[in-house]
């Protein structure tokens, strides 16, 4: 029975890093990692260290194309870091004020973006909202890439560990 609660917490915990990978919150696959690498220690999982590496991996390359990818979009579209901080701002507004739902996870980056190249830049609003939307392709990718590597680290474990 001890056991079975301490894995519901697990459970929970993952499910925590699966939000955390959404929301600028919870660092969500580190956090993921972290539980499931202490349930392999204290014996609470059954998948192997193998699988364990590979998350691990895919959990670096997770954080290092956090801040890559974003800035290669931008800097592709012709973007200025001032619009990766506007992205970043607007997200945190975003979730904190969020009147829409989660549309205003899309929406707050997307206007920081644009807010953040027109205070590097108020000549171009064209450049502005080219370098927003490919600020907002960034955050998407990496989210994204996050969402499915959290997700994937709750379904293993749930699916060798619960069933």
Known sequence: MEILIFKIIIVVILLVGLVGAILPVFPGAPLSLAVLLLAKLFGLTELSWWVMALFAVFTAMGILL???????????????????????????????????????????????????????????????WKSAFASLLGFVLTTGYGLLLCLSMLMSFVLKDLF
């Open 66 to 128: 956090d801040y890559l990818i974003p800035l290669l979009t931008v800097k592709k579209m012709g973007g200025s870091k001032w619009g990766v901080v506007g992205l970043f701002v607007g997200l945190i507004i975003g979730v904190i004020f969020s009147p829409f739902g989660f549309f205003s996870i899309i929406l707050g980056p997307l206007l920081g973006a644009f807010l953040g190249e027109l205070l590097y830049d108020r000549s171009s609003h064209r450049r502005a």
